[in-house]
């Protein structure tokens, strides 16, 4: 039997591929809504981001997220990120 393929994804913050499962993915819905995609399965354009607060720097500085969901994120879309990384960061 074939093993069963895992799914990668690049990471915006860190640029590092990643297992799809291991990151935390942002949609922009077709309404255009900004969302944490929890089950990785909404439709819409997505980008995947490290479980990690360095990443979120990361992209947070190079404007990565905006460039990549072609829009500009809410503060509080940016604020959950924030929490969901700490708690998720050993030694945060």
Same mark, same amino acid.
């Given at each position: 039997?074939?093993? &069963?393929?895992?799914?990668?994804?690049?990471?915006?913050?860190?640029?590092?591929?990643?297992?799809?499962?291991?990151?935390?993915?942002?949609? &922009?819905?077709?309404?255009?809504?900004?969302?944490? @995609?929890?089950?990785?399965?909404?439709?819409? &354009?997505?980008?995947?981001?490290?479980?990690?607060?360095?990443?979120?720097?990361?992209?947070?500085?190079?404007?990565? %997220?905006?460039?990549?969901?072609?829009?500009?994120?809410?503060? @509080?879309?940016?604020? @959950? %990120?924030?929490?969901?990384?700490?708690?998720?960061?050993?030694?945060?």
């Amino acid at each position: 039997m074939k093993p &069963r393929k895992i799914p990668q994804r690049m990471c915006i913050g860190c640029q590092q591929m990643r297992s799809k499962r291991e990151m935390v993915r942002v949609v &922009r819905t077709p309404e255009g809504e900004i969302l944490i @995609d929890e089950s990785g399965k909404k439709s819409g &354009r997505g980008a995947y981001l490290c479980p990690q607060v360095s990443c979120l720097q990361a992209a947070v500085k190079a404007k990565r %997220l905006q460039r990549v969901l072609e829009t500009p994120i809410p503060e @509080d879309v940016w604020q @959950d %990120l924030q929490a969901r990384m700490e708690a998720t960061t050993p030694g945060a």
